[in-house]
């Protein structure tokens, strides 16, 4: 079973428009880094995997070494098939909530300061996801549009992570 990687996110950027390294890097840090977040030797790297594969080619040189990739149909092919073929992992691990289920063993005080903590961090993730939202220039092609549904579900995330800890915190406290 094929699951989410990098190659997905790569041949997904790819599908609507070329873009070097260094473009696809940019793309990452604006639209995929809260679902699938990647280094740069990580995105060079599958570059070249995919690349050797046929699933990409260069389309254009430059200047400095500069290399445009873009999307082949094969490529495309593998995307689709990701898309419809292949289930989602939907495992679900969360050391914010293993922590949690063993609170018990902290004082209340310090079960409360965890929670507390828990529920800034959200709120903080709450705030950037804001601030990237306004920095976008959302538009009607596809990454605009899919992508602003994938911010909208982290902001509702953190939306709830936020009310949910702040929640546990005051019923942890009415312990004290």
Known sequence: MVRMSLRHAVLGLLADRTASGYDLMKLFDTSLANVWPA?????????????????IEVSAEGPRGRKDYAITKRGLDELRSWLIDTEPDRTRRSETLLRVFFLGVLTPVESVTYLSVEAARAAGEHAELERLDA??????????????????YGLRL???????????RDQVGELT
């Open 39 to 55: 280094t740069q030797s990580q995105v060079y790297g599958e570059l070249g995997k995919l690349a050797g594969s046929g699933l």
């Open 135 to 152: 920095q976008v220039d959302w538009g009607d092609d596809h990454l605009s549009v899919y992508g602003r549904l994938a911010l909208e």
């Open 158 to 168: 953190t939306a709830m992570q936020e009310e949910w800890a702040s929640w546990a």
